[in-house]
């Protein structure tokens, strides 16, 4: 099972929008409704971000979404904030195996 | 409040073994299917194993089948990572990571444990 594939690495201004892109394939992304995101700070665990493709746990702020469409899913920051600064990563459930997660993404505010 | 603790990481020869445990705390164990997920020194998170309720249905990541054994004992409320035949590759930050009751993302998540292989 291959990592599903992020960008290296976005930038934007604080206010500004992000997107960052997870692309697999039509065994894990294309046929779940399952992909998740997690937020990691250095030397911190991973933070559970949004679940279920477009569903965010209680507390984290409205200004991160998430949809999908075929074998790509995507996260938005919208109105990005100094602590938004953070690696990024995609996950897919993927049936047997069952879990991969993207290659991460580096979030920078200019 | 959830709380999930790993311990037992620490340096090991190449071909070495090491016990990862991971103590959690604040919800009912037995009810929660458990992940073992790593990150390797500049590179991203990779899932590494997973265990059912009762472990009666494991499942290992390629990298690791053969090598690692996850178990855990609901009496005492851990879970475990058993590493044989350790390798340069297996250095990285181990963590224990909680899967959502009924769903399919890692909810909670330890601060995790740190795993070197080297001689």
């Known amino acids: 099972q291959s990592a599903l594939t992020q960008p290296r690495s976005v930038s934007g201004s604080p206010g500004q929008s992000v997107s960052i892109s997870c692309t697999g394939t039509?065994?894990?992304?294309?046929?779940?409704?399952?992909v998740s995101w997690y937020q990691q700070h250095p030397g911190k665990a991973p933070k559970l971000m949004i679940y279920?493709?477009?569903k965010r746990p209680s507390g984290v702020p409205d200004r991160f979404s998430g949809s999908k469409s075929g074998n790509t899913a995507s996260l938005t920051i919208s109105g990005l904030q100094a602590e938004d600064e953070a690696d990024y990563y995609c996950?897919?459930?993927?049936?047997?195996?069952?879990?991969?997660f993207g290659t991460g993404t580096k979030v920078t505010v200019l | 409040e959830v709380q999930l603790v790993e311990s037992g990481g620490g340096l090991v020869q190449p071909g070495g073994s090491l016990r990862l445990s991971c103590a959690a705390s604040?919800?009912?164990?037995?009810?929660?299917?458990m992940h073992w997920v790593r990150r390797a020194p500049g590179k991203g998170l990779e899932w590494v194993s997973y265990?059912?309720?009762?472990?009666?249905?494991?499942y290992y990541a390629d990298s690791v089948k053969g090598r690692f054994t996850i178990s855990r004992d609901n009496a005492k409320n851990s879970l475990y990572l058993q590493m044989n035949s350790l390798r340069a590759e297996d250095t990285a930050v181990y963590y224990c990571?909680?899967?959502?009751?009924?769903?399919?993302?890692?909810?909670?998540w330890g601060q995790g444990t740190l795993v070197t292989v080297s001689s």
């Open positions: 990571a909680r899967e959502e009751k009924d769903g399919y993302n890692f909810d909670y």
């Open positions: 604040g919800f009912t164990f037995s009810g929660y299917e």
């Open positions: 265990i059912s309720t009762s472990g009666s249905t494991i």
């Open positions: 039509s065994s894990d992304v294309g046929s779940y409704n399952y």
């Open positions: 279920d493709v477009t």
């Open positions: 996950c897919s459930y993927a049936g047997s195996y069952p879990y991969v």
